[in-house]
C-alpha cells in the first residue's frame, strides 16, 4: 500500500512539473515585423510554447530623432538642428484565455516620445520647445513575461 501511495504523489508530482518545463521553450512562429509609423514602433509577432497564465509583451525601440519642429511662445516654428537618440516603450498583457495551445498573436505599439527642451533639440534658444517629428528606428527589444518570469526576451533590427 505504502508503494501505491509513494507512486500517485511520484506521478501528481512529474504531472506538476513537466507542464511547467514544457512552458519553458517560447518562441517566436514568424520573425517579428515592425512598422514606423514615424514617432513610433508598432511590433506584431506569433508566440509558441507558453504556458498557462497571462502573457505580458513589452516592446523597447531605440533610434534618431530625424526631423524636429521647434517652436517658440509666440508659436513660430523652426526646424530643429540635433538628432538626439530616442527610446519608446509599448506594452500589453493579454489574458490567459487568449493564449491557445500555448500560442498567442500580438501587436504592441510604442508610445511617441514627448516634447524636448530646447537645447537638447537643437533650437534658436532655450526658451524654444522641440517636437520630434520622424524617428529612424534602429534596434527593438521583445520582452515576454509569464507567470512573473521573463521567458523571451529577444532584440532585433526593425
Known amino acids: 500500500m505504502r508503494k501505491g501511495f509513494i507512486a500517485v504523489v511520484a506521478l501528481l508530482l512529474f504531472g ?21 509609423n514615424g514617432t513610433n ?29 521647434c517652436t517658440n511662445k509666440g508659436g513660430n516654428q523652426a526646424p530643429g538642428q ?12 493579454i489574458p490567459s484565455n487568449q493564449v491557445k495551445n500555448g500560442s498567442v498573436t500580438f501587436s504592441v505599439t510604442t508610445v511617441g516620445p514627448g516634447l ?18 520622424d524617428v529612424s528606428f534602429s534596434s527593438a527589444t521583445v520582452k515576454v513575461e509569464q507567470g512573473g518570469s521573463v521567458v523571451l526576451n529577444k532584440t532585433f533590427s526593425p
Do not use: M, Y
Not at 116 to 133: E, F, M, Q, V, Y
Open 82 to 93: 540635433n538628432k538626439p537618440r530616442v527610446a519608446t516603450v509599448g506594452q500589453t498583457t
Open 116 to 133: 524636448l527642451d530646447g537645447k537638447t533639440a537643437g533650437c534658436p534658444n532655450s526658451n524654444w520647445t522641440g517636437r520630434i517629428d
Open 41 to 69: 514602433l508598432t511590433t506584431s509577432s506569433k508566440l509558441a510554447g507558453l504556458g498557462n497564465g497571462d502573457v505580458k509583451i513589452t516592446v523597447s525601440a531605440t533610434g534618431r530623432a530625424e526631423k524636429i519642429t
Open 16 to 36: 506538476l512539473i513537466v507542464p511547467t518545463a514544457l512552458a519553458a521553450n517560447v518562441h517566436f512562429i514568424k520573425c517579428p515585423t515592425s512598422t514606423d
